[in-house]
């Protein structure tokens, strides 16, 4: 059956390119500057990731930017020429101006093609927990819902997908205005390691300071078997900024506490990457509700 509509997102989301491929989503691609070169992240599918994270270890300069409303007006038209409607299913608006550019983007569209539809979700999400819906809302696609069914899941589902994380440096926050350069300076001599999630309103919060890299990691495991939901049902995303090692460690831990159906290993890439740097390590599931992470 052809499809009437298309599902769009970033390359903020990081899906699997191979989703992509298979599933028909399409993926706006975001840009960085890597010392001076712009690129475009294209999910990894010739992106070299591990080298990227060397070169911000090496000391590379790297800035992130928002796509702009004309260039999104250029995104977005193509599929409305072909007489698709458009889901788009944004990162968070409290993290990136994009989602605003695209709410004027779609304005000025629709009063081009008054006969289609641009619906826009703000997901309050970033990345894997991004991703999540972005797979749950293509699987519901395939199954033949439509756009405003799939929309409305998304919109009553969207804050029970949640992520939690832990950086190895404290240096990169610092830089983003995370944390003040007292506390990257007094953090990294004590070895404290922060945890911190993505709140309700989609914001990336503290929620915990830990002494040491493996307590940090214990702690986000636990918190996540605390707010998962039906674990057996579902598919818990871990996301690594190259430190494989660990993630694998991390996966073998949430398959003895947690057993959920599946576990997913998944790399940051350079955008979100240049803000968390390397040795980022996160746990992305769906829970009862984001308010209890921080409740807990």
Known sequence: MQKRFVITTESNSEVPFEWEDRTGVSVLRMPYTLNGTEYFYDLGRNTDISAFFQAMRE???????????????????????????????????????????????????????????????????????????????????????????????????????????????????????????AAAFFGSVLEIKPVLYVDSEGRLVPLEKVKGRKRAIKYILEKCAATIKDPQNQTVVIWQADCMDEAIALSEQVKALINPKEVRIEPVGPVIGSHAGPGTLSIAYFGRDRSEISAQ
């Open 59 to 181: 000391g590379a300069t790297v800035i992130t930017s928002q796509r702009n409303p004309n260039e999104i007006v250029e995104y977005f038209e193509p599929f409305l020429m072909q007489g698709l409607d458009i889901l788009h299913i944004g990162f968070s608006s409290a993290l990136s101006g994009t989602f605003n550019c695209e709410v004027i983007a779609a304005k000025e569209l629709m009063e081009k093609y008054p006969e289609r539809r641009i619906e826009l979700v703000d997901s309050l999400s970033i990345s894997a927990p991004l991703a999540l819906l972005i797979e749950e809302a293509t699987k519901m696609q395939e199954q033949g819902a439509e756009l405003d069914e799939i929309r409305d899941w998304v919109e009553e589902n969207k804050l029970r997908v949640c992520a939690l994380f832990t950086v190895d440096s404290l240096e990169y926050l610092k830089r983003g205005g995370r944390v003040s350069g």
